[in-house]
């Protein structure tokens, strides 16, 4: 399994716009061979002592995917066919301040 965890940064005053913008894109991308998850998610306070500050304005998508080969074909620019979806895309990463991403696998 592939795990990717997608930190964004979310230009000051767009979080309500980039929510549902998320929101609408969410179930296509859940649609795709392979995609197991495909979650944006907000920090929130924990007990947790080796928690970083809280930035009200980071997101980070959590994917799974069943093999790289999935995750490859998602990747694609020809991976959005709908028009719709290739315009909500387009909006997400115009919200966005930064993106950085980092790819794992499952070991255990």
């Not at 000051?12 to 944006?40: H, I, N, R």
């Not at 995917?65 to 719709?84: G, I, N, V, Y």
Request: net charge negative; proline share 7%.
């Amino acid at each position: 399994m592939v795990h990717v965890l997608v930190t964004m940064q979310i230009k000051s005053g767009k979080m309500t716009e980039f929510l549902a913008t998320v929101k609408e894109l969410q179930p296509f991308v859940l649609k795709e061979p392979g995609c197991l998850e495909y979650d944006f998610t907000r920090e929130v306070p924990s007990p947790l002592g080796i928690q970083e500050p809280i930035d009200e304005n980071r997101i980070t998508l959590v994917e799974k995917w069943e093999s790289m080969k999935a995750l490859e074909l998602h990747a694609q620019p020809t991976a959005e066919p709908d028009p719709r979806r290739k315009q909500l895309a387009e909006t997400m990463r115009g919200l966005r301040e930064s993106v950085v991403a980092r790819v794992t696998e499952s070991i255990a």
